[in-house]
C-alpha cells in the first residue's frame, strides 16, 4: 500500500502542477519527443538566476567563514564575473569553461558567471591528481580553466594548453575575484536559450573510467523545478497538518559542488526557494554540528554515513539542533539500520533518501519523512511531475512488476549524452528514451522502488547471484560496522565468492568470527562472505564521498 504521508505529498503536488497552480506541467516538444514540463519556468539557467535572485534579493545567500552575501550581491558579483570571461577572456556562446576548485562562495559565483556569459560549467572533479584533472580538460578542449590556488599550480604543471586563470577562494570573495571581474555595463550577455549546453559533468569513476556528462539549459531548469515542487508540496502538507517550518531554509554546502547532488539539488535549488547555503570546505561531523546550530540549519544531504555521523556523534547533545528538519542521503544505498539511528540520536529530524544519477540530473525517486522512516527499504517512487521509472531486461524490453533488471529513468532532465563518445552514449539510452542507470531493481505495485546491487556489482557463486549491496545492508546492521565493501574475488571451486572489507568501530573488538555469527541470522549461507577483513581504519572514498570499491578490491587482491 502507498505510504499515507506519500498520498498526502501527491495530493498536494498533484494541485500545484495542476491547470490553475503555481508550476503548471504542460507538455514540451525536444529531442525528437514529447515530455511533461513546468510551462512557466525560466528559459535557461542566466534567467532563473535573475529571477531567483530579484524574488529572495535581501535574504542571506551564501554563508561562507565570516562572510555574508545576499542573493542580491552574488547575482552582482557573477555578472560582473561573466563581464570579467567576455572582456577578458574572449569567452564565447557554448565554449566549455573549466570550474576547478574546492566549495566555497567563490565557486557558486564562479558557475553562474560562467553560464551568463554563454559558455558550459565544465565542473571538474577537485580530488583528481592534476594528470587526472589535465586528461578531463584536454578531453573537453576548455580554452580557460578557473581554479583555486591547489589546482591551478596542478594543473600548471601539467602543461595543458587551456589557459589557467586563479580563482582565490582565500579572503574576500570580492577580492578574490577582483582580477577576474569588469563592468557589465553596456554589455550584451547572450541569451542560451533552453537547448543551448549549459553545464559538463563528470561521472564519480566507481564503475570505471570518467565520462563527461553533458545537459542543456532546459534539463537543468527543470530538474530544478521539479525538486522544488516537491519542497513546496511537503512544506504545505506539513503546514496541513499543523507542524509548519519556523525557520528559514538553511543548508550546508557539504557535498562537492562539482558532483550532481551538490550542484542541483542543494545549490541550484537553494536559489529556486531562497535557502541560506552554509558553506563547508570539507566534512567534519562536530564543525558541521556546530554550524547547524550557528546558522540554523534546516537541511543537510549526503552520503549516508554524513548523517549517521551526525546523529551518532558523541558531542551532539553540546549543540540546539532543533532547526535541523531533514537530513537527507543519496549516492550510495543507505542501509535500513541507518533510519532507526537516525531517529533514535535525532528525534527533533526526519530521514528522506533519494536516487538519481549525473546523467539525470540527480531526478529520478524520493521518500520524504515520515514514510521514509516506516520504509526504509525504498528510495521512493518517481518524484512527480517529471520522471518516469521503468525496469528493463537484458534484450531492452520493459519488465513487469516484481521483476528484477536494470532501472531506467526518463524525463526532459536527461543528459543530452556523454562528451565526444557517441557509442557511448547510444548505449546510456533506452528507444523510449530512458536513461539506462546500471543499477537492478525492482517495482513494486505502487511504483516503490527496490535497489538490488550494480549491474555489474554481481557475485555469481556456483551460479548463484549475490548482489553486494544486500550483503553490506547486512553488514551495516551490526552496531559496530562503520564502514565495509563486499566484491567478488576468484574462486577455484566456485569461480567467485564474495569478500568484505569491514571498518569497525575503534572500541570494538569485533572480529571476523563475530562478524560471520551475525551475518548468519541474516544471510543465507552462499550469501555469507568467504572472507572478512577487519580493520579500524578508515575505507578509501572517491570525490563524490562513495566507498571506492575498486582501490579497496585492488588493496585486497594484493595482499592476499
Not at 521514509?372 to 521503468?390: K, Y
Request: contains cysteine; negative net charge; glycine residues 12%.
Amino acid at each position: 500500500m502507498p505510504h499515507p504521508f506519500d498520498d498526502a505529498i501527491d495530493a498536494v503536488r498533484s494541485g500545484i502542477t495542476g491547470t490553475a497552480g503555481l508550476l503548471h506541467v504542460g507538455m514540451v516538444e525536444a529531442r525528437g519527443a514529447r515530455w511533461p514540463a513546468f510551462d512557466a519556468a525560466p528559459g535557461d539557467l542566466p534567467a532563473f538566476f535573475a529571477q531567483c535572485c530579484g524574488l529572495y534579493a535581501e535574504r542571506d545567500c551564501l554563508v561562507d567563514g565570516a562572510e555574508r552575501l545576499s542573493f542580491a550581491q552574488v547575482h552582482a558579483l557573477a555578472q560582473r564575473l561573466a563581464a570579467g570571461l567576455i572582456v577578458h577572456h574572449g569567452i564565447r556562446p557554448g565554449d566549455p569553461v573549466g570550474l576547478a576548485a574546492r566549495n566555497g562562495a567563490g565557486w557558486v559565483i564562479a558557475y553562474m558567471g560562467i553560464v551568463i556569459a554563454g559558455g558550459v560549467a565544465t565542473l571538474v572533479n577537485a580530488f583528481w591528481t592534476g594528470a587526472e584533472m589535465a586528461a578531463a580538460i584536454r578531453d573537453v578542449g576548455c580554452p580557460l580553466v578557473l581554479a583555486d590556488r591547489t589546482r591551478h599550480d596542478a594543473l600548471a604543471a601539467q602543461g595543458i594548453d587551456a589557459r589557467l586563470a586563479l580563482l582565490d577562494l582565500d579572503g574576500p570573495v570580492a577580492q578574490g575575484l577582483a582580477p577576474l571581474v569588469a563592468d557589465p555595463h553596456g554589455i550584451a550577455f547572450p541569451v542560451p536559450g533552453p537547448d543551448a549546453p549549459a553545464t559538463l559533468l563528470f561521472t564519480s569513476g566507481s564503475t570505471g573510467h570518467c565520462k563527461g556528462a553533458l545537459s542543456d539549459h532546459r534539463a537543468k531548469v527543470q530538474a530544478v523545478l521539479n525538486f522544488a515542487c516537491s519542497s513546496l508540496a511537503v512544506s504545505m502538507v506539513l503546514a496541513g497538518q499543523g507542524t509548519p517550518p519556523t525557520d528559514l531554509p538553511a543548508t550546508l554546502l557539504n557535498l562537492p559542488l562539482f558532483h550532481v547532488t551538490g550542484e542541483v539539488v542543494v545549490m541550484l535549488q537553494s536559489f529556486a526557494i531562497g535557502r541560506k547555503m552554509v558553506v563547508m570546505r570539507r566534512w567534519d561531523a562536530l564543525e558541521a554540528l556546530r554550524l547547524i546550530e550557528a546558522e540554523r540549519v534546516t537541511y543537510v544531504t549526503g552520503v549516508p554515513l554524513m548523517g549517521l555521523e551526525l546523529a551518532t556523534h558523541p558531542q551532539r547533545d553540546r549543540f540546539d539542533l532543533s532547526s535541523l528538519s531533514d537530513i537527507a542521503a543519496g549516492g550510495a544505498p543507505r542501509p535500513a539500520e541507518h533510519v532507526g539511528r537516525i531517529r533514535d540520536g535525532l528525534p527533533a529530524s526526519w530521514p528522506v533518501f533519494g536516487y538519481g544519477l549525473t546523467e539525470t540530473n540527480a531526478v529520478g525517486t524520493g521518500i520524504i519523512r515520515q514514510a521514509c522512516a516506516d520504509r526504509a527499504d525504498t528510495p521512493g517512487r518517481a518524484t512527480a511531475p517529471l520522471p518516469d521509472i521503468a525496469i528493463f531486461g537484458e534484450d531492452g524490453a520493459p519488465l513487469p512488476v516484481g521483476a528484477v533488471g536494470e532501472v531506467g529513468v526518463r524525463s526532459i532532465s536527461n543528459v543530452l549524452g556523454y562528451w565526444n563518445r557517441p557509442e557511448e552514449t547510444a548505449a546510456l539510452f533506452t528507444a523510449s528514451g530512458h536513461v539506462l542507470s546500471g543499477d537492478l531493481g525492482t517495482l513494486d505495485e505502487e511504483g516503490y522502488l527496490r535497489i538490488v546491487g550494480r549491474k555489474k556489482d554481481i557475485v555469481i557463486r556456483g551460479g548463484e547471484n549475490i548482489a553486494c549491496a544486500e550483503v553490506e545492508a547486512a553488514l551495516y546492521a551490526i552496531a559496530a560496522v562503520r564502514e565495509c565493501a563486499v566484491f567478488g574475488v576468484p574462486d577455484d571451486r566456485f569461480g567467485e565468492v564474495p569478500v568484505a572489507v569491514v571498518r569497525v568501530d575503534a572500541s570494538s573488538e569485533l572480529d571476523e568470527g563475530g562478524i560471520s555469527a551475525a551475518l548468519a541470522g541474516r544471510l543465507a549461507a552462499f550469501e555469507r562472505p568467504a572472507h572478512i577483513l577487519v580493520q579500524q581504519t578508515p575505507l578509501p572514498r572517491l570525490g563524490s564521498e562513495k566507498i571506492d570499491k575498486q582501490t579497496v578490491r585492488a588493496a585486497y587482491l594484493a595482499g592476499a
